[in-house]
């Protein structure tokens, strides 16, 4: 077998070397010893020596070439002998095996962070972020506080989101937190109502509040939902005779064991039931795929101080009415408390927001990433309606559908409607 | 000294340098082929200074080296496996693939390395000398350095302590006329062993190129140190055919055919060769059977060599506190290492 | 209880070892016939002879490498730098030889050698004479670096030191000298690696070491008196191992802490200490780790401003208030 003459290293720092000058040729006897070659290294041209003795049988690489450390450049071996034809790079020394180093990690990121698009992995979809009792703030201002005061709120349940700090800079620190009532917030960054009417001094100056966390993750939420899902909107208007019918009967019956259920916890349930209907409403857009999800956790959203909160009703499609009216007075409640864990308000596949109770007649609300679809709910109204060939009073309740267009379209979005509408105006339907 | 010797002790001492400059030429090799790292400095020419040196040592007697130390280390009977494990880096070389070339340690032989700084080991050698006169043993170490040393100021702290304080130790300078690129002529003022006149030392000057010629040079001196304490400063001149290192394209300071004058003339192994046969300790079947062994003895070291396993990232950090190796004897506290 | 000096407290520990162990020598300039430069070795002479207490010439490189050597065959040389500044002329011997032989070798060799000097400023003896070398001999694996801030810690560590087998640095300070305090006459010991509270507190800790310990103390108490701040007062006594678990419980005790050192900033051993602490103890801390160092020049001569330059108990007790905000 013919030993095959590779470049050397010539030089503890040499990668390449230049083949400059043969000083042999093919056909050539060689002894050990003697030089085959010059070579260029990256100090110096060095003299290429061979450790065997034979015939230079062949040359693979011409004069004035330029080849890696390890590449085959002559075989020298008995006359006649076959020579393979070279591989490239000859094998390198092992390197001895060392640990890979560690992927910097993904900061992990807050409960507000899931992107409008989350990447195709289970990503959990997180609507509004709630004002956990210790949220690393990742938008809007940075809050100063010391490790040990962040540390000792979330024990007690403080929310620092409204604690004036004492520390340098408005540091919140350890005696700012054990002053704090536990649960509450001091009320600094009250949005001030309007501008200050008619002022009683001379002087009337503004008011700038500095951006809590929540309304920070609203804001940053609501801007990424409304510039990148491509809203169209749907608008139905509800007889919502039947179901407020149907509402002060259960209610009446029931009231001695405490049940009051609200023109809400119908929608809720309805929308569960449109969602098994026409499940391609509830979906997520994930760039090169659409995920389906196979159960309807239904969020709704609740104001709090200085913010909004969308509680999740999970497998509302598989709960009573009574259980999902149960539920959302509880996560209603408890979300006004502050005190909903982040499986709470985090989930949810399909959301309802209801300004009825505040007067709305109509509006389109934002639709809360990753979901396809959120429902605005308006007010019931009295209003004169058409029944046959009559005009006679009749109420209304008008439902408005924003839908993400890159998953749904104008008619699925009709047929979800559509149904909805269905089960809402014959709301015995819901009692199945 | 010489005649003393046994037929077979003369072969052994023949035996020695020829595995030497073919294991100097298997790492050579292996250096080119990738598989040593760092630096290379090779022996191949002044055989005789360590063998000579090292073949008088007695159990008290102590060596200590600069980076140029497989000569040193071969001689006094390390092993040809751990020695190309080690210049490999493997964890089955003789400092566990820790130290490298220049770093080649065996206690056991009383060989204390293989120092990578020029000069730095001097002072080592002297206090291995004020070691064995503290312990009341008749016993010497020869500290070598190269003619590069000879200016450091380590190495003028080191001769006035060693003739101050009448210390056992022999500073031998193997003198092969180039530190790096820079000859002799280049680098020093004055002739290099004749400074330990100014120190009160004894001193001498004798060639490299016979064995027998080494040996009856250094014993004396030997001697001297191990009985009376005397310090000495020699300075034995030979010849490297290789660059400093195998990087060196030592085209810049010599001519070719100085290398080949040398290479005729006085290649060590090749005058003790002649003189074995001239004596008929040696024929030319032995001298080929001895040859063949060794190449075959360095190639087999080169297969261990390739064999072994490199050290893991858990090796890291042995070997580098006496306490933290030997946990059970810990008496300190508290953290050693601060990743 | 035997009241001694600070020097005192370091001769009886060599005396006490020289007698125990035949293999240890004391060597350095000055250290026999002169009785010391600091006066520390006064006396060893007459009690051990010239062959236990060695006069070295001015060739540190020389007799520190020979030190090392002989400590390869068994010898314990206790080697004394008159001012660890003089390191510098022996830096191949102690962080190339000293720190490294043992992983050069694979473990075939350990060189059980001390090095002890004063390692301080204040002295108005300039730029060159006044280094405080802790951290950078810190820096190197394989070496072990000691400070004791009082008689009683460093008899107890210079005993230790010596009987480590591996290379320890033991750093005094020529203003602790004359200190005064008990030291137990017997034999006893303190394991390097481990820190001493000197002052128990609830408010601040203060993490130092060294003559900067005596100087936090008097910062201390002029804390309580005047501000009634209780301070803690954590004592590393060793660089090299450091005992970082005491420094942590008392800072998850009193959630702030200030590093006091005579060092100058960059790269200082506070630099470590206060990786270490945020690392360790993040969310135990109520305010940033404050450092006060040396301020960041050549010791200056002029000596009312070179106590300037110090950490001094002013300057202690400012950074401390500051610390607390």
């Known amino acids: 077998m013919a030993n095959i003459i590779e470049m050397p290293k010539l030089s503890d720092t040499m990668t390449v070397g230049t083949l400059v000058k043969w000083l042999k040729k093919e056909g050539d006897a060689v002894k050990t010893g003697d030089m085959l070659a010059e070579v260029e290294t990256d100090k110096a041209t060095m003299e290429l020596e061979s450790f065997f003795d034979g015939t230079l049988l062949s040359i693979f690489v011409k004069a004035g070439s330029q080849v890696p450390l390890g590449a085959a450049l002559c075989a020298i071996g008995k006359p006649g002998e076959k020579v393979d034809a070279p591989a490239s790079a000859a094998p390198q020394a092992a390197a001895p095996a060392s640990k890979a180093p560690a992927a910097p990690p993904t900061p992990a990121p807050a409960a507000a962070e899931a992107k409008p698009a989350p990447a195709p992995k289970a990503a959990t979809p997180t609507p509004a972020a709630a004002p956990a009792p210790a949220p690393a703030p990742e938008s809007g201002e940075r809050q100063k506080i010391s490790p040990l005061a962040r540390k000792l709120a979330a024990e007690k349940g403080v929310n620092t989101a409204g604690i004036s700090g004492s520390g340098p800079g408005g540091r919140i620190v350890r005696v700012d937190i054990l002053a704090a009532p536990a649960g509450g917030a001091g009320k600094k960054g009250a949005p001030a109502v309007a501008y200050a009417g008619t002022a009683k001094g001379p002087v009337q100056e503004d008011k700038v509040v500095p951006v809590s966390n929540i309304r920070g993750i609203i804001a940053k939420r609501l801007v990424e939902s409304k510039t990148q899902i491509p809203h169209f909107y749907l608008d139905v208007e509800v007889d919502a005779g039947p179901l407020l019918e149907l509402r002060a009967q259960l209610n009446t019956a029931l009231e001695k064991e405490g049940v009051k259920l609200s023109v809400n916890d119908f929608v809720l349930k309805a929308s569960a039931e449109a969602l098994r209907r026409v499940p391609a409403v509830n979906c997520s857009w994930e760039e090169t795929a659409i995920r389906h999800h196979p159960a309807a956790h239904v969020s709704f959203a609740v104001a709090i101080e200085d913010g909004l909160i969308t509680p999740v009703i999970r497998d509302a499609h598989l709960k009573t009415l009574f259980a999902i009216s149960t539920e959302a007075k509880s996560l209603g409640k408890r979300a006004r408390d502050k005190k909903l864990a982040p499986a709470e308000f985090t989930g949810g596949t399909f959301c309802v927001s209801n300004l009825g109770m505040m007067g709305i007649d109509r509006f389109s609300a934002i639709i809360n990433p990753p979901n396809a679809a959120i429902l605005a709910v308006g007010a019931t109204v009295r209003k004169p309606v058409v029944k046959g060939d009559q005009v006679v009073i009749g109420q209304r309740m008008t439902l408005t559908l924003s839908v993400d267009h890159r998953v749904v379209d104008g008619a699925v979005g009709a047929t979800f409607l559509s149904a909805l509408r269905e089960l809402l105006e014959k709301p015995a339907l819901l009692l199945l | ?339 | 209880m035997p009241v001694l000096q600070y020097r005192e407290a370091i001769r009886q520990a060599l005396a006490e070892e020289l007698t125990r162990d035949p293999n240890v020598v004391v060597l350095g300039e000055e250290v026999a016939q002169f009785h010391g430069a600091y006066k520390v070795t006064e006396g060893l002479l007459e009690k051990f002879g010239p062959k236990r207490i060695v006069d070295t010439p001015i060739s540190e490189a020389g007799f520190i490498g020979m030190g090392l050597g002989a400590s390869m065959l068994g010898v314990r040389p206790v080697i004394e730098l008159m001012f660890w500044s003089f390191y510098s002329v022996a830096f191949d011997q102690i962080l190339n030889n000293a720190a490294n032989v043992r992983y050069m070798s694979g473990g075939q060799i350990n060189c059980p050698i001390v090095i002890r000097g004063p390692a301080n400023g204040g002295t108005n003896v300039g730029a060159t004479h006044s280094h405080t070398t802790e951290n950078v001999l810190a820096h190197h694996p394989g070496v072990k670096v000691v400070v004791p801030s009082t008689a009683y810690d460093a008899k107890g560590l210079l005993k230790s030191a010596i009987r480590d087998n591996d290379p320890v640095f033991f750093l005094e300070n020529t203003i602790l000298y004359g200190d005064k305090g008990e030291v137990p006459a017997d034999d006893y010991l303190i394991p390097l690696g481990k820190a001493d509270v000197k002052r128990v507190g609830t408010d601040l800790t203060i993490v130092s070491y060294g003559r900067a310990v005596i100087q936090s103390l008097a910062a201390a108490n002029l804390l309580q008196q005047e501000h009634n701040i209780s301070v803690e007062v954590v004592d590393l006594r060793s660089i090299r191992p450091l005992d970082i678990d005491t420094v942590l419980s008392s800072v998850r005790k009193t959630h702030r802490v200030l590093v006091v050192e005579e060092q100058k900033p960059f790269c200082g051993v506070g630099a470590q200490l206060a990786y270490m602490i945020q690392s360790e103890a993040f969310d135990d801390l109520d305010g940033p780790i404050a450092r006060l160092s040396t301020i960041d020049a050549p010791a200056i001569y002029s000596p009312p401003a070179e106590a300037e330059q110090l950490p001094n108990p002013q300057r202690i007790l400012k950074a401390a208030i500051e610390a607390l905000a």
């Open chain 2, 1 to 339: 000294m010489n005649a003393s010797l046994s037929a077979d002790q003369k072969i052994g001492l023949y035996r020695l340098m020829v595995r030497i400059r073919r294991f100097e030429e298997r790492s050579l090799r292996a250096y080119q082929a990738k598989k040593i790292g760092g630096f290379l400095h090779l022996y191949i020419g002044q055989e005789a200074v360590a063998v000579g040196c090292c073949s008088l040592m007695g159990k008290d007697d102590h060596v200590i080296t600069a980076y140029r130390d497989h000569g040193h280390a071969i001689a006094v009977g390390m092993e040809l496996n751990p020695l190309m494990a080690e210049l490999y880096g493997k964890v089955t070389g003789c400092s566990k693939g820790k130290g490298g070339s220049m770093h080649f340690f065996d206690p056991s032989r009383n060989y204390w390395g293989g120092h990578g700084i020029v000069g730095g080991q001097v002072p080592l050698g002297a206090g291995l000398a004020y070691g064995l006169k503290y312990k009341g043993l008749k016993g010497a170490c020869m500290t070598f350095m190269g003619d590069g040393a000879v200016n450091q100021g380590a190495v003028h702290e080191a001769y006035n302590l060693a003739a101050l304080w009448d210390l056992p130790v022999i500073f031998v300078i193997e003198n092969n006329g180039y530190s790096m690129g820079t000859s002799q002529a280049r680098s020093s003022a004055g002739d290099l062993a004749r400074r330990a006149e100014g120190y009160g030392m004894a001193w001498g000057v004798c060639d490299g190129h016979d064995l027998y010629e080494v040996r009856a040079f250094m014993a004396p001196f030997l001697e001297k140190a191990r009985q009376q304490c005397k310090p000495a400063v020699v300075e034995i001149r030979t010849y490297r055919y290789r660059g400093h290192s195998v990087a060196d394209p030592d085209n810049t300071y010599r001519a070719k055919a100085e290398i080949e004058e040398y290479r005729r003339t006085k290649d060590p192994i090749q005058v003790f060769q002649n003189l074995l046969i001239a004596e008929k300790v040696l024929d030319e079947a032995a001298v080929e059977k001895i040859d063949a062994e060794a190449r075959a003895e360095a190639d087999v070291s080169a297969d261990f060599a390739e064999a072994s396993p490199f050290p893991t990232a858990a090796d890291l950090q042995k070997d580098v506190y006496w306490e933290s190796d030997n946990p059970s004897k810990r008496t300190s506290e508290g953290r050693l290492f601060f990743n």
